[in-house]
C-alpha cells in the first residue's frame, strides 16, 4: 500500500491544497466497509442469546429523516435502485474529545459517502464528496425547530455542526438530485472501539509520519495500528505532503481496505463471542434513519444485500475543481460531476468522463 498525504479534519478552514496529495485512482474499495458493517450485525443477530440481542438493541439511535426533510425532496424513480448516504462524524464532545490533542469545539461531518446500490445487480458504487466542497445550503430545520435560511458558498463539512445531520442529507439530495433511501452515521469514538476489538488494523507506510497536532509517530514500513492509532492515522496531516484534503480521502481509503482485511480474517461464524463485541462496538457507534434504527432491521437490510459482491464496489471522488476565488477550495467539476449524478438517479452506467476531477491534489 501506498502512503499518502492527509490534513487535519478538525479545522473548518484546513486547506484543499494543490499539491502534495494523491491523484485519485477510479476504483476504490473503502465503500465495501459499510457492506461489512451490515454482515457482521447480520452475524451477531443470529449467533447470540437474547440478552444479548436486547443489550446490542438499544445501542443504535435513530433520526427520522422523513418528517425533518418534509416533502421537499427529489422523486424516488423505480429504477434509482438503493441509495445511502454514509457519514463519518468528527464530534469533540465525550469520548471523542479525549482522542487526540487538537483544540477542537463542534462537530463535522469529517468523511461522506453516497452509496448506490443498482436494482437488480451485484456492483455498487460509492461516491466521496470531499469535506472542503463549497455548496449552497439548502433552509434548513434544526432538531430544535429552528429554522436556518439558505446559504450559498458553505463547505460541505461544516453543515453538520451548523444545522445538523438532516440538514446534511438534504443538502446532498439538492445538489445530487439523488434520493437518499438510508441514512447511516459512525461515531469515531465507536470506531476506535471497533479497531480494538479486532485487535488492530495492518498498514504500510512509504515516509516517516511525526504529527505533534495528532500525536502519530511511525517510521516508514508495515505497523499494526490499536484504535486510538487508528483514528490519528486518517486524520493526521502534519509533517506528511501539504495536507490535502484530496489526498486524504485516499488515505483513508487506504485504511478502510485494511481495516476490512483484517476484519475478514477473524473467525466470527466460530467465534460467536467475538462476534458480539464486534457488532456491540458497532452498533454503539452508529446513528441511523428510524427505518434502520434497530438491530432486526439493519440485519434485514444486510440480508437484502447478500448479492452484493464488495470486490465489485467502486469507489470515486465527486469531481471537483479549484473554486476560482478561493484556491484552497473546492466546487463541483462540470459537466462531470452531473453526469455523475445523473447516472445514479437513472441506474445507468457512469461514464468514465465523469470520474475525472480537474482537483487532484497533486500526483500520487
Known sequence: MSHVSTPQRSDSDAPSRRRGGPKRTGRRRVGRWILLTLAVLVLAAGGTAYWMYQDIDGNIDGVDIDKALGTDRPEKLPTSGQNILI??????????????????????????????????????????????????????TKADGTKVSSAQRVMFNSIYSQVGSACVVKTVEKISGVRMDHYVEIDFAGFKGLVDAIGGVTVTVD?????????????????????????????????????????????QQQFMLALLTEIKKQDLLGSPVKAYKIADELTEALTTDSDLASLTKLADFGRSLNGIDPSTMETIMLPVAYDKVDPNRVVAAEPQA??????????????????KSPATGGSS
Open 87 to 140: 457519514l463519518g462524524s468528527d464530534s469533540r464532545a465525550g469520548a471523542n474529545g479525549k482522542l487526540d490533542s487538537a483544540n477542537v469545539s463542534g462537530a463535522r461531518s469529517d468523511t461522506a459517502l453516497v452509496v448506490h446500490i443498482p436494482e437488480g445487480r451485484k456492483e455498487a458504487v460509492a461516491v466521496s464528496i470531499p469535506r472542503d466542497t463549497l455548496v449552497t445550503r439548502p433552509s434548513c
Open 207 to 251: 515516509e516517516d509520519i511525526h504529527d505533534s497536532s495528532s500525536g502519530l509517530d511511525l517510521t516508514a514500513g508495515t505497523h499494526k495500528l490499536d484504535g486510538t492509532q487508528s483514528l490519528q492515522f486518517v486524520r493526521t496531516r502534519h509533517g506528511i505532503g501539504d495536507g490535502s484534503d484530496l489526498g486524504r480521502i485516499g488515505l
Open 338 to 355: 452531473s453526469a455523475l449524478w445523473k447516472a445514479i438517479r437513472t441506474d445507468a452506467t457512469i461514464p468514465e468522463s465523469a470520474k
